[in-house]
């Protein structure tokens, strides 16, 4: 294992050497008789020059925070302790106690060093320049003074430093810093490209759309340092456990030093036993072990989900989601790609009659394609779009070829009347063509199947009669069924999908996604209602995640126990209202997460209640004269070092 340390580490790790060579040498010269004799001040001198090497920052701390008025924590504990050792001449002791509480604090800063820098490898993300095209010229400028709408240009190998549109280059955009996925993206003329990713093989010129403070890279950082100022219930819990804790614990000790050898009577050797048993219920006392290693799973959890392209705004929201029972999508944008396509075309029983311009016949449900293509021509719904990409490509063989007719031509195309929530009325050859939704037909007396179709129906009417039905549906994304199933397999009991689409078309969804429960035709507000329904189903500690994308997901994802929106294609108001964040919009890491988020718990869980079993039992051991100080030493430091190690199995790559 590579262990790279900072400056302050590598100097305090020297001062742990010479400690510990002091140390040495005073074990040396006391088992030598140097001290005896009455030769004790030697020993005191011995014993303080290695004592103050590795415990004078720990005194300073303890005489500050004193003076501050915050006197009990484990600054104090230790130097009572080590203190007592002293009076009652146990040099070598109270040495060892500093030196091995020094080692587990450097233990520790390097641990916690490593799960933050898991966490803020995306700092790195940041270049710290950007070259700009201005007045037929470049200039190297920082970040912030580039302005939107200007030419940024990025080489290969550079960091992409604010979000654009590519308008010269081409290149492979690696996105795996940000996303988690380690195949490069392709990047050319027309396309978006986000900060913070690296630019492969060829120069881009990238025409900028979001000034610096707004671009991707700047929010995700401004997350990142933000992950751990939110405390968990199990952190609060610490906290409060440790101020009440650490008073109690000074108390005892001071009780057990001096009221034994009152009550009980006897000689200085009596009050030296007794003094000794303080010291000892002193420096194993203290509550090293849950203060550090708490907050540390948690970096370690956080850092773990980041590795993987999921961003954890807070320890507090993993918490919630290790207690996820509840998983809650929304449709359009989440589960399906939000790309509509046509997927049926049902002409009416009668035939269409063919446009002038087409002498040529065609089947009936070209026909209907052609003048529902016409009727939309102009509009710029997105369910218009996909019936006229439809009909382009239906006039187009596997190699792109034109076979069946031509393009759309304006000039058959009359008067056009965009009707708001019904559809259009058109002029297509002289003919009038209506098409839209059930409302339209009604409007102008117009009878439809009453069939329901699975999407969004185009009903379509030339010159008063019926035509025909053209359905347009939403295509699920890949891998939505895998991470559903791994959402079971993590424990959660229970998916649903919220939709304004109707019925058929949803149910046609939740079918191929594998989702347990779908609520259709639902209105922003409907979704706020059924979130709010679902959470008060929860029962215990048992919480529900809501996931979605768009901007009317907002009031869902903040009202849910844990919001999860889309990084890519997400409004920023999702992203903002989330808690956590898929960078890359993979549905499937959803279930990763929860895994890392319960393994987090597990270990935290571990560690508290095992710190917390042998503190009591050497509390107990050492009130009654059965542990002397190096158990002590292990009940503090010994402890502290193994729930650290049990911490960090989350740094590791493969438990990710």
């Keep these: 294992m590579n262990i790279q340390l900072t400056r302050k580490q590598k100097k305090w790790l020297g001062r742990i050497v010479l400690g510990a060579i002091g140390f040495v040498v005073l074990e040396i010269l006391e088992h030598t008789g140097a001290f005896d004799g009455g030769r004790w001040w030697l020993g005191l001198l011995c014993a303080l020059v290695p004592y103050l090497i590795v415990g004078w920052d720990v ?44 080692i587990g604090e450097l233990f520790q800063n ?29 200039e190297e400028v920082d970040p912030d003074e580039v302005e939107v709408g200007e030419i940024i240009i990025v080489r290969p190998g550079e960091k992409i430093p604010l979000d654009g549109e590519v308008v010269e280059g081409e290149s492979l955009i690696d996105t795996s810093a940000l996303t988690g996925e380690s195949v490069p993206r392709a990047a050319r003329a027309g396309d978006s490209v986000i900060s913070g990713c690296v630019n492969g093989k060829g120069t881009l010129k990238i025409r900028t759309s979001r000034c610096y403070e707004d671009s991707t890279v700047s929010k995700i950082l401004e997350l990142v340092e933000n992950a751990t100022d939110k405390k968990t219930h199990v952190e609060n819990f610490v906290t409060r456990f440790a101020r009440v804790y650490t008073p109690i614990v000074t108390v005892s000790a001071l009780i057990i030093a001096v009221a034994p050898p009152l009550v009980l009577g006897g000689g200085g050797q009596t009050w030296i036993d007794w003094i000794r048993r303080a010291c000892i219920f002193l420096v194993v006392s203290c509550p090293c072990a849950l203060v550090i290693s708490v907050p540390l799973g948690f970096f370690g959890g956080i850092g773990a989900a980041s590795r993987t392209g999921v961003l ?136 439809v199947p009453e069939e329901e179709y699975a999407g969004t129906v185009v009903y379509v009417a030339c010159d008063g009669a019926y035509a025909g039905a053209i359905v347009i549906s939403d295509t699920l994304k890949e891998g939505v069924p895998e991470a559903v199933s791994s959402l079971r397999s993590a424990g959660v009991r229970r998916t649903v999908m919220l939709t304004g689409d109707n019925e058929p078309a949803a149910n046609q ?73 898929l960078m890359d919009d993979d549905v499937r890491k959803i279930a990763k997460t929860v895994q890392i988020a319960r393994k987090t718990m597990g270990i935290i869980h571990v560690n508290i209640i095992f710190a917390i079993a042998v503190k009591i039992l050497i509390l107990i051991l050492s009130v009654l004269g059965y542990a002397n100080m190096w158990i002590a030493i292990f009940g503090d430091v010994g402890v502290l070092i193994l729930c650290i190690l049990n911490a960090m199995r989350l740094l590791r790559p493969q438990d990710s």
């Design 509 to 581: 969804i939740a079918r191929e996604a594998g989702v347990d429960q779908v609520h259709a035709q639902l209105l922003p507000a409907d979704k706020v209602e059924i979130v709010e329904k679902l959470i008060k189903e929860q029962t215990g500690k048992d919480t529900l995640a809501f996931v979605g994308d768009g901007i009317n997901d907002a009031p869902v994802l903040m009202r849910s126990d844990v919001g999860i929106a889309m990084g890519l294609i997400g409004s920023d108001a999702a992203i903002e209202a989330a808690d956590i964040v």
């Design 110 to 138: 390097y641990a916690t060093g490593r799960s933050r820098d898991s966490i803020s490898q995306l700092m790195s993300l940041v270049p710290e320049t950007a070259i700009v095209e201005r007045d037929s010229r470049t």
């Design 59 to 102: 005194i300073r701390k303890s005489i500050r925070n004193i003076l501050h008025g915050d006197v009990f924590d484990e600054n104090f504990l230790m130097m009572a302790a080590t203190f007592g050792a002293f009076g009652i001449g146990e040099y070598p002791e109270a040495v060892a106690v500093m030196l091995l509480y020094q």
């Design 312 to 447: 954890v705004k807070g320890s507090n929201f993993l918490e919630s989601l290790a207690y996820v029972k509840t998983v809650v999508f929304d449709k359009t944008g989440t589960l399906t790609k939000g790309e509509f396509r046509v997927t049926a075309i049902h002409p009416a029983d009668h035939p269409v009659a063919q446009p002038a311009a087409q002498p040529a016949i065609q089947p009936a449900e070209q026909a209907l394609l052609e003048i529902a293509a016409y009727a939309e021509m102009y509009s710029t719904h997105p369910v218009a779009e996909s019936i006229r990409t439809a009909y382009e490509e239906s006039l187009q063989d596997p190699e792109g070829a034109v076979t069946g007719g031509s393009s759309l031509d304006a000039s058959r195309l009359g008067k056009t009347e965009e009707i708001a929530g019904h559809g259009v009325a058109a002029e297509v050859d002289g003919r009038q063509v209506l098409a839209g939704n059930k409302k339209l037909m009604r409007k102008y007396g117009i009878d």
